[in-house]
């Protein structure tokens, strides 16, 4: 199997860097946590600094650089545009850790032509939202990860789908890459284990009974045994539809006629794949550029276009009936999505439901007014405890109700 990863080296710098051009000519330190012990989370490799020094000691070795709060909400949102443009190359993607991640991309060199136009893809992925990123390719998810952190921006590293090729290229890099316990790695170098290529060497059995478990898994990653899956991200499901007015619906009439339309044709789809919808999302584009969304979300799921309809057309007369109304200008397009798919609850009906009971009621009484008396009687108990049987039970008229 090839694996990609895409490793985004410093990416909360990088982020900086891309809404503050100013930046580019100086070291920068962005820290997070208490303000009362301050640590790094990122610096310029320029400045060599570690991730998780004191701010106080990072700014005595470098005075010169740029100071800056974390912004984690910003580094959170540009990272999932990130996995959001991967997840449009395939939808084999593993978000492994904020900056990393991995791409089953084995089956997809036919859509884009080829193993080099698959990887160029994956860089403009990336490249597109301002950041650079490094590309390593391989048969297994550790190794797909060493040749990313050995690649450079625009040159990614693509190994052979061999393990001598696997084992050869992993052989000088040190064994603190390898994902084990720091206790492990430790004893690794406490018994003169500093690269891959002196791990490999070793026996397996030697190397199991010294570290256990950990001692296979290292032994078989150096030697190209990469059993690990991805933990493939579960994209939620939803149907999406748009429908666009001949010229802008300004009555409420059009409007409901346009939304009608819609929900049935999406709950339609909806139908098709047997699912019931929890959330609705209807958004408005009006003309003069501006939008709006209404968004419900169901008690219970359901799969009902006309229950939608009601819903809808119920709060836009609420809303359009206020001063403060969301419709301002005439809509031109509509749009829904569907989301939060499950199953509708299943509900019984009784023996007598009541449509039913309404055409019972009518014919009752339309035979009563033909017949001046009711033709249909009813069996009840007048005095059970008689000892003549005519007197127990009687027949009554059956009166609609």
């Given at each position: 199997?090839?694996?990609?990863?895409?490793?985004?080296?410093?990416?909360?710098?990088?982020?900086?860097?891309?809404?503050?051009?100013?930046?580019?000519?100086?070291?920068?330190?962005?820290?997070?946590?208490?303000?009362?012990?301050?640590?790094?989370?990122?610096?310029?490799?320029?400045?060599?600094?570690?991730?998780?020094?004191?701010?106080?000691?990072?700014?005595?070795?470098?005075?010169?650089?740029?100071?800056?709060?974390?912004?984690?909400?910003?580094?959170?949102?540009?990272?999932?545009?990130?996995?959001?443009?991967?997840?449009?190359?395939?939808?084999?993607?593993?978000?492994?850790?904020?900056?990393?991640?991995?791409?089953?991309i084995n089956g997809l060199y036919a859509a884009y032509g080829g193993?080099?136009?698959?990887?160029?893809?994956?860089?403009?992925?990336?490249?597109?939202?301002?950041?650079?990123?490094?590309?390593?390719?391989?048969?297994?998810?550790?190794?797909?990860?060493?040749?990313?952190?050995?690649?450079?921006?625009?040159?990614?590293?693509?190994?052979?789908?061999?393990?001598?090729?696997?084992?050869?290229?992993?052989?000088?890099?040190?064994?603190?890459?390898?994902?084990?316990?720091?206790?492990?790695?430790?004893?690794?170098?406490?018994?003169?284990?500093?690269?891959?290529?002196?791990?490999?060497?070793?026996?397996?059995?030697?190397?199991?009974?010294?570290?256990?478990?950990?001692?296979?898994?290292?032994?078989?990653?150096?030697?190209?045994?990469?059993?690990?899956?991805?933990?493939?991200?579960?994209?939620?499901?939803?149907?999406?539809?748009?429908?666009?007015?001949?010229?802008?619906?300004?009555?409420?009439?059009?409007?409901?006629?346009?939304?009608?339309?819609?929900?049935?044709?999406?709950?339609?789809?909806?139908?098709?794949?047997?699912?019931?919808?929890?959330?609705?999302?209807?958004?408005?584009?009006?003309?003069?550029?501006?939008?709006?969304?209404?968004?419900?979300?169901?008690?219970?799921?359901?799969?009902?276009?006309?229950?939608?309809?009601?819903?809808?057309?119920?709060?836009?007369?609420m809303k359009t009936q206020s001063e403060n109304s969301p419709i301002?200008?005439?809509?031109?397009?509509?749009?829904?999505?569907?989301?939060?798919?499950?199953?509708?609850?299943?509900?019984?009906?009784?023996?007598?439901?009541?449509?039913?009971?309404?055409?019972?009621?009518?014919?009752?009484?339309?035979?009563?007014?033909?017949?001046?008396?009711?033709?249909?009687?009813?069996?009840?108990?007048?005095?059970?405890?008689?000892?003549?049987?005519?007197r127990r039970l009687a027949f009554a008229e059956v009166t609609s109700?």
């Open positions: 199997m090839s694996i990609a990863c895409v490793k985004i080296p410093h990416l909360p710098i990088q982020c900086e860097l891309s809404r503050s051009s100013e930046l580019r000519s100086r070291n920068i330190l962005i820290y997070h946590g208490e303000e009362s012990r301050p640590v790094i989370l990122d610096a310029s490799s320029n400045a060599y600094i570690r991730r998780g020094t004191s701010l106080v000691r990072a700014m005595s070795q470098c005075p010169e650089a740029a100071v800056i709060r974390a912004d984690e909400d910003y580094y959170n949102a540009s990272w999932n545009q990130i996995i959001k443009s991967l997840l449009n190359i395939t939808d084999r993607v593993e978000d492994a850790a904020r900056g990393t991640a991995f791409l089953a193993q080099d136009q698959t990887v160029e893809f994956i860089s403009k992925a990336t490249t597109e939202h301002g950041l650079e990123a490094l590309i390593g390719v391989a048969p297994g998810r550790f190794s797909a990860y060493c040749a990313a952190i050995r690649a450079r921006p625009s040159k990614p590293i693509r190994l052979p789908n061999s393990r001598s090729a696997v084992k050869e290229f992993l052989a000088p890099m040190p064994v603190d890459l390898l994902p084990m316990e720091t206790r492990a790695i430790e004893l690794m170098h406490d018994f003169a284990l500093d690269t891959m290529g002196e791990l490999g060497m070793q026996s397996l059995s030697a190397l199991q009974a010294q570290l256990g478990p950990d001692g296979r898994r290292a032994w078989e990653l150096v030697n190209g045994f990469d059993r690990s899956r991805l933990n493939i991200i579960e994209q939620p499901e939803s149907i999406v539809d748009e429908l666009q007015f001949p010229w802008p619906a300004a009555s409420m009439d059009a409007l409901s006629f346009g939304v009608h339309a819609l929900l049935d044709r999406a709950f339609t789809s909806l139908q098709r794949v047997g699912k019931a919808a929890g959330r609705m999302d209807l958004t408005y584009e009006m003309s003069d550029s501006e939008s709006w969304t209404y968004r419900h979300v169901f008690k219970e799921p359901t799969a009902s276009a006309k229950i939608a309809h009601s819903v809808v057309m119920t709060n836009l007369e301002r200008s005439p809509v031109e397009t509509i749009s829904v999505e569907l989301s939060r798919l499950g199953q509708a609850r299943a509900e019984q009906s009784g023996l007598w439901n009541k449509h039913e009971g309404g055409d019972l009621n009518t014919a009752l009484r339309q035979l009563t007014a033909k017949t001046e008396s009711s033709p249909v009687k009813k069996i009840v108990e007048v005095e059970p405890w008689s000892r003549i049987p005519e109700r």
